[in-house]
């Protein structure tokens, strides 16, 4: 396997087994962070959340769409620092509409079925994120960058 | 709390919280048998003291900084060198250290005391680990009792037993030591015994020397051997050696002295003796329902047993393990005196004639069939210096090491490589050439029509002072034209040096070193303190040792160098025929030889110093920041120069950043220019490590795929203080592009 594989492979892992990402927006320069239930793509072109309208981080992504996203696998152990994997994933968010919007809240109901009532409210908006780049963190402080061609 | 429990409160259940060697002991005393007094200090107490300490995910951090199937042997000592200084660096917890200081003054009051490992790690493997942990004789006093603790603990971590652990697939994240406290019983007459001879199943094997066991056991007094018969206790022989030391209690520890004329004219056991040790042995052996490994003592006629384990007769697969190549790299200080005689005396100036004698020879009046005979004549000596200096050279770098571990368990430093200060600023070869290339430099930049000259590639008038001095520059040191220790890249001529020469001359700031003068002489004043008498001596000449240690890990490779480019100039030689032969079109039967020759030479020698990485990461995949070794302090930023094969050096420019597989000697050429120094290689003791230091360089070691993860012209940032390496902004022109300021 190249370590190009070996690097995708770590981080389809992580969208595997974590359920909860940081996603970082701002507003006017004032960095802002939020939980969410995501989901990543197979391919890991893109990454998907649900979001009640009402929010701070979705009135933020409508005044700027540039994300940045954390998933990490830490469990609030000592041996995170040495065993745990991060990655940031950077990015473009954009409300998904139209016909692809079935099959993809199918894909984010399937990994989190409690939250079906949630994300077909019809107060909720379901959030694609076109990755550009993502960075990996190992062994505390190796980094790495994978960059997605779209 | 069971941090220490005596051997009659040992159950079955137990094993495990106090290893094997302590189980044994506690049956044993049941049993009857005669041991010293002795508690056991149990994994509890090791954890408690790591956990207290904050000790638990360091050690896993610093064990995971990188795959330790990436790491290089020096690099796991150098681990090993961190983890061992936290343990002496950290305090142990109040509770715990309250507890140890009452048993021990309550139970061996006025007592010097035995301090042995235990791995239930040996236990879980089935194998022995014998050598592979510390224990400590004679020691005295509850604070030193403690400390000697500590360094039991931390041998857990030591970088031959986490290679062995490596090896036979132990997980080290579970690792745990316990420790046996045994009175020491100064016995005046000592030994082991082996129930059944390795190699003779009828047999039994005594080995036993005047004074304690330490000096059999460490191999430094040679002991009297008897053989008996299994089956009748009758003896077959007994084997008298020349009785010239012992060794004995001494203030500090133990020390081995001249053995009284008196005792060196008897044998240390009279025959009765010697069945009442077999005796002993057969004893153990009935209790453990195997063949035993028996070590005893004798004090006042009294027989001790001090410890028991099953013998081992190796299987195929644990005679294929690489243990004895670990220990083998571990030298005691006797050795590497009698090596460094060797080498001092016999081999460099064997190298050293070696080179001028080829260096005398006039290869160009050679016939092609001498040619021919000549190129391999010079490749088998060339194959025997390499040799030598994988044999003698390598395993005489241990004398830094032990210095090292001598200086940090004295000073208790905050950075576990202080020692290296008293060591640099030595005289060595590559500071000499660099010096001599400074004065070079100065006089390219004072003379304006030379510096033109050069510039525009004009000829040299040899006669100049200049000239002169570039000749003998080049007779000495080379001229940079050639890889040494198997590269077969050649310049044709002196430009790659006269490039560089240019390129300091209009940075004359680049030359000065840039190291900070440390006081030195305060520190080695500090450590020497440290020791009183007789041990005072030891500790001087054991600095003495790691200096000249230190001085040959850069020089050797000079002086394999010379010896290496004299077989390089008779292929050149040889070459240039062929290709003169070949340019006119003409076909000489004589040259057949040569040609094959030169063909063998190519074949043999390594090709990976001069091809070019291949990327097993692809485009998309780009590093930010990479870890590996902290081995010269400071930070520094540059554009990266990453060398993949040698004439990549002829571009290197000022303040540029040294990426590159290994710095071999010739890239030392080079250092002055640079600003900082990432190196795939690791370890601290490396040359571009120590060449780094003597400059005062930011340099990070033992970055895997260094040379194929950064490119020529990123930005590079070297933290040398953490071992990171930062990649800010990449070269976009892309991998394999030459990158030119």
Redesign the interface.
Known sequence: M???ED?KNQIRELFINQKLAVLSTHHSGQPYTSLVAFVGKEDLKEIFFVTPRTTRKFENLSADSRVAILINSSMNM??D???AVSVTALGNAKEINGAEKDEILSLYLTKHPYLEEFATSPTCSLVGVTITTY?M?K???????????Q | MNWILSPSQISRDDRNRIGGKAYTLSLMAREGFKIPETLFLTVDAYNAFVNGAGL??RI??E????RFKDMRWEEIWDCATRIRNMFLKKQIPDPLKSYLTEKIQSHFSGMTLAIRSSAPDEDASGSSFAGLHESFVNVRGTSSIIDHIRLVWASLWSDAALLYRQEIGLDVDKSEMAVVLQETVTGNRSGVVFSQNPNDETQVIIESVYGLNQGLVDGMVEPDRWVLDRDKKTMLSHKSVQRKHWMIPSEHGVEMVALPEDLSRRSPLSSEEALDICELAYQAEALFKAPQDVEWTIKNDTLYLLQSRPITTLSPSETEDKRAWYLSLHRSVENLIALRTTIEETLIPGMTKTAKELAEQDITVFSDKELADEVRRRWKINQHWVNTYWKEFIPYAHGIRLFGQTYNDAMRPDDPYEFMNLLTQTKMVSLERNRLMEDLTSMVRQDRQLFERLKAGEPLNLDSEFGEMVNQFIEKFGDLSCAVTGGTECATDTRPLFKLLLEMAVNPSSLASRKKPKDARTLEKNFLCCFEGSKRKEALDLLDLARSSYRLRDDDNIYLGRIEAQLLSAVKEAKFRVESFERRGTHKSELDDLKSVIQDFDYGTDHRKVSIEKN???S????????GQPAGPGLSRGKARVIRQHLDLQDFKNAEILVCDSVDPNMTFVIPLAAGVVERRGGMLIHGAIIAREYGLPCVTGIPDATSLIRSGDDVTVDGF?G?VTISQRNKMGFGQAFQK
């Open positions: 190249t370590h190009y690097i000592d041996s620092f040495h065993e960075v963190v062994n505390f402080q190796h980094v790495m960058e994978l960059h997605i061609d | 638990r995910e896993l951090l064990l995971n900084r990188k097993e990461y692809g998309m995949v780009s590093p930010r920041q990479l870890v953490l990171i």
